[in-house]
């Protein structure tokens, strides 16, 4: 059971890194939503994996609300998307700026 | 009871000067306000504190009631209270009533003398909170309450000498005044600071410090002595201090009458006399100071023969009597010392308005050697005049000679016949100067007759009057006993009478006989000299004497100079090249790691998030580690 408990851990663990590089290293939206959902299913993953180890359902609760909550974020996000590239015409995130106050200063 | 009225002695002057000022940023800033009101606030204030003080007066005739009033407590630090507290003793009621009637009669003066002043209004707001400080420097129930009151004195003393600001040099003159004051107030502070150390535990009132200097080590005692005369010292203008003096006569003449009649000058005098209970356990410190005043009083004489600047010969002669009175409280005879504090308000007070009515008169002209036949023109300044000249010279019966003769009686009898020899040179060296200036402005044959002179209005000469009226009787209150008197004020101060001080009858006569011939030989002096001087030249002094003994100079040389170098070493080397490179450049350190810190700010939405999730691991491993 341990092992198996060590194999999930690790897959998650990959999961969770690969969307940690995806989050930092792509420009696109799109897949930088993709790499952030990636993360939250690998704690999931976490979550479900030792809700089982220790048999209890409470982890299995908490999974269940973030895939809820998973849910209505990606509709927030996908419309935010929308407005984004109808402002820039583009999915880079490296030219949504207007926040910052780098120009100020240089 | 109502013994609350004594807080209502210094509160009325302190509330009218408020109101004074009040009225007078009203008067400059938006409408103007008639002369009158400010004379009659400023007026009644002194008047009305008066009469408060002569009540207690009244009721203490007859026994040894204090009177005491706490106001509220001012501080409460760690076990250790200060209560605005008032004290009315016999010395202070004494003090109270002098300083509120001849602050009174100096306040009507300057009605008439500032009448054409354009900051009348801020003149007697500067007057009244004079008369406050002071008043609260002799009813003040504590030191540190004195020392409000003594530095409330000093500010206004800085105020009133730079008056006419206009001109540097008076404001010079005040900056001078106010330096050496602070000399002075370190070594009060210095010696309140190891009283409050030694003695302070049990209240600090005059009273409990009474009961607890007895348990005090003497050489203890004789440190807080002496630190507490370099403060009298600074404010009574003695040796070496005394240089202020001579400089506050860059202020309108009634505020030179106010700072050498009533107020300030007088200051450390009192200190003196109230503080008798720590004295009276070091009688080697109370020598140092009557030595102190002897030589002071010899000194500002002998340079007052040479000056030719009517105010500056009253200003070294104020000096001169206190160093009489430093003589008498040094050597125990705080009442002696006192009751010349009283009878010196008088005719020092008339001294300084006829000086000030004459100055007036002859368009602001102070050299004595250019005014000259002033007795004809000025009949009632020229008998106020005389009167008081007679009274500091020590002419019987006028006021001067009792308490001088009780001065030189205190030293002879004490044994210090040093001190004594020096009053009685500097006895005649008095008669001397005071005539000299009486005989050359009165007398002297005048130059300038053409000349118009200007009116001095009534309010000038009504205070003159009862000044005089004052300088020939003030005198009465303390004849002594072998005169047929009984010496009401040394039985007045009974506390602060030295008994041990007696000498045989014949004695008596003889030093009063000494004394009286002292005064006649410089007087015949001045007579002789001066009375007919022809002023067609005015004379040119040089010589030690005329330039002060270089006194200002060495001063100037040795000490002011070394301050400023030092000074100028501070700010030009220390600041700009150690304290601004420590300011600057940890600005300039600043600026540089914002600049460096503000590249992380880079807009780069991939590098915040690489950088919170960073730290948000890094926080989950310490957390876990933490947690273990």
Known sequence: MADSLLSYIALAMILFSIGFLGVISRKNIFIVYMSIELMLNAINLIFISLGRYYETMVPQVMAMIIIAIAAAEAAVFLSLIVVLYRRKKSLDSDIFTVLSQKDAHE | ?628
């Open chain 2, 1 to 628: 009871m109502n013994n609350f009225l004594l807080a209502w002695i210094v509160l009325i002057p302190l509330l009218s000067s408020m109101t004074l000022g009040l009225m007078y940023l009203f008067s400059i800033k938006v409408i103007k306000i008639p002369n009158i009101v400010f004379t009659v606030l400023g007026l009644s204030s002194p008047f009305l504190s008066f009469m408060i003080g002569f009540s207690f007066f009244l009721q203490m005739i007859g026994n040894h009631e204090i009177f005491l009033y706490k106001a509220y407590r001012w501080l409460s630090v760690d076990g250790y209270d200060i209560d605005m507290g008032f004290m009315a003793d016999k010395l202070s009621i004494f003090m109270v009533l002098f300083i509120t009637f001849v602050g009174g009669l100096i306040h009507i003066y300057a009605s008439g003398y500032m009448k054409t002043d354009k900051g009348y209004g801020k003149f007697f707001f500067y007057f009244n909170l004079f008369l406050a400080s002071m008043l609260l420097l002799v009813l003040a129930d504590s030191p540190i309450i004195m020392f409000i009151g003594w530095e409330g004195v000093g500010v206004c003393s800085y105020f009133l000498i730079s008056y006419y600001y206009e001109d540097t040099k008076n404001v010079q003159a005040g900056n001078k005044a106010f330096i050496a004051n602070r000399v002075g107030d370190l070594g009060f502070i210095i010696a309140m600071i190891t009283m409050i150390y030694y003695v302070g535990s049990n209240g600090f009132d005059y009273i409990n410090l009474e009961a607890g200097m007895q348990n005090v080590p003497i050489n203890v005692l004789t440190f807080i002595g002496s630190a507490l005369f370099v403060g009298a010292i600074g404010k009574s203008a003695q040796i070496p201090l005394f240089v202020w003096l001579p400089d506050a006569m860059a202020g309108p003449t009634p505020v030179s009458a106010l700072i050498h009649a009533a107020t300030m000058v007088t200051a450390g005098v009192y200190m003196v006399a109230r503080f008798h209970f720590l004295y009276d356990l070091i009688p080697n410190v109370g020598l140092i100071i009557a030595y102190v005043g002897a030589f002071s009083a010899l000194f500002a004489a002998i340079i007052a023969t040479k000056q030719t600047d009517i105010k500056k010969i009253l200003a070294y002669s104020t000096m001169s009597q206190l160093g009489y009175m430093f003589i008498a409280v040094g050597l125990g005879g705080y009442s002696v010392g006192i009751f010349h504090v009283f009878t010196h308000a008088f005719f020092k007070a008339l001294l300084f308005m006829g000086a000030g009515a004459v100055i007036v008169a002859l368009h602001h002209e102070q050299n004595i050697f250019k005014m000259g036949g002033m007795r004809s023109k000025t009949p009632i300044v020229y008998f106020a005049m005389l009167i008081a000249t007679l009274a500091i010279t020590g002419i019987p019966p006028f006021a001067g000679f009792f308490s001088k003769d009780e001065i030189l009686l205190t030293a002879f009898s004490s044994g210090e016949y040093l001190i004594w020899g020096i009053g009685v040179l500097t006895a005649i060296l008095t008669a001397y100067y005071m005539f000299r200036l009486l005989f050359v402005v009165f007398h002297g044959k005048n130059y300038q007759e053409s000349r118009k002179l200007h009116t001095i209005s009534k309010s000038m000469i009504m205070p003159l009057i009862v000044l005089a009226f004052g300088s020939i009787v003030a005198g009465f209150i303390g004849i002594p006993e072998i005169l047929g008197g009984n010496n009401l004020v040394g039985s007045w101060l009974n506390d602060w009478k030295n008994s041990s001080l007696h000498v045989e009858h014949s004695r008596e006569f003889i030093l009063m006989g000494i004394n009286i011939l002292a005064a006649v030989i410089g007087t015949y002096v001045a007579y002789k000299k001066f009375f007919n001087y022809d002023m067609a030249i005015v004379p040119k002094y040089n010589g030690i004497i005329w330039k002060k003994f270089y006194i200002d100079e060495i001063y100037d040389r040795f000490i002011v100079k070394k301050v400023k170098e030092v000074s100028i070493f501070i700010s030009y080397k220390v600041d700009v090249n150690f304290i601004d490179m420590i300011v600057m450049g940890l600005s300039r350190g600043f600026i540089k790691s914002g600049h460096f810190i503000s590249k992380v700010q880079n807009a780069n939405t991939r590098f915040y998030a690489f950088f919170m999730l960073v730290g948000i691991s890094v926080i989950s491993t310490y957390l876990i580690m933490v947690m273990r």
